[in-house]
């Protein structure tokens, strides 16, 4: 499924509120790498991103690199969401 | 099946490492160590220290505060996932230091959770081999580095708990244990060390995984978060203990915490600070007990005082 734009923006939205800073231009740079997130900032990311598009995402999904940028979460929502 | 948790007890060593001393080492200001941790000092054993002395120390503390001897134990189980040798491991020195020659001692080596493990087992076999002192004890400031994801961390320290099917004070009513070895990798000491930790994924699957257990220990003995008296968790860091509360829908005061004080020291944390509060003159009322550690091993015990 190709990149939703919309969905990006969303997620774009969430990492901000998470972090309390605005989420960087390039989708592909490491949330956590460039240190905007931390690991305590993880945990509710996931928890947003499910509330936000009611999905569960179980416990074998939670992998930290599936939740590293803007695109790779909006890849396993294009995966995983209904 | 009746067994009863009769007391705690616990041992740390003198030295005390405040974030002051680690920061310039580390390259981290000590604010900083505070803000990721919660942490503001640990305890750190001398070079001669070993795992089975701490060991032994908090046994006996353990066993003076729940009146009786040694050697009418019918089992020993010590946890530490930093024993000095690969085997055996702690477990025989610790019973050849309190004299016992022919009762059996069984090692856990699983770092962090494995207190929680030796209590549920002795839960288990209290009846048939009566009663069970449970040890864990943890000489972490050996396993790290320089590497400030870790270093500022781990402390070292030893606790200790009497099972009996004897009736005590706090009926042990439950409990579940779990392991996904897919994550075995995430948080590991080899032989040649240092410790590494992935910390992402390590808060990920612990902030999920110690609010599942609780909530499925104490869904099985239909008991709410709201009506527990206080939870004892494995003091991994301040930060997560904060988290748990609130996935549990309790206050932060419903955790016990002293990683201020001591650090993270593995399995030894959860019986540490059990003792600690079990000289607080505590409120009666269903208690948690919780962990989560290198495997990853995770689950939760629910006891009740009567």
Known sequence: ?82 | MSAYLHGFGAHVPERVVANAELAGRLGRDAEWIEKVSGILERRWAAPEVTVAGMGVAAAEDCLRKAGIAANTLGMLIVASGSGARGFPGPAAEVAARLGLDSTPAIDLPIASAGSLFGLALAMRLAETQGDILVVAAEKMSALIDNDPNTAILFGDGAGAALVSARPGRWRMLDAVLHTDGQYRGDLAFDATGPLRMNGLTVILQAARKIPSSITEVLGRQNISAQQVAIFLLHQANLNLLTRVAKSLGVGPEKMFANVQRYGNTSSASMLIAASEWSETNPAPGPVVFSAFGAGFHWGALVASEG
Request: aromatic share 6%; net charge negative; proline share 9%.
């Open chain 1, 1 to 82: 499924m190709p990149p939703d734009s919309t969905r990006r923006q969303r997620l774009r939205i969430l990492v901000q509120e998470v972090a309390g800073k605005p989420a960087p231009e390039d989708e592909q740079e490491s949330l956590f790498e460039s240190g905007l997130l931390d690991s305590f900032a993880l945990p509710d990311l996931v928890s947003a991103i499910e509330k936000e598009f009611t999905v569960k995402v179980p416990d074998s999904d939670l992998n930290p690199r599936k939740f590293d940028s803007i695109a790779r979460m909006d890849a396993y929502l294009a995966d995983h969401a209904g």
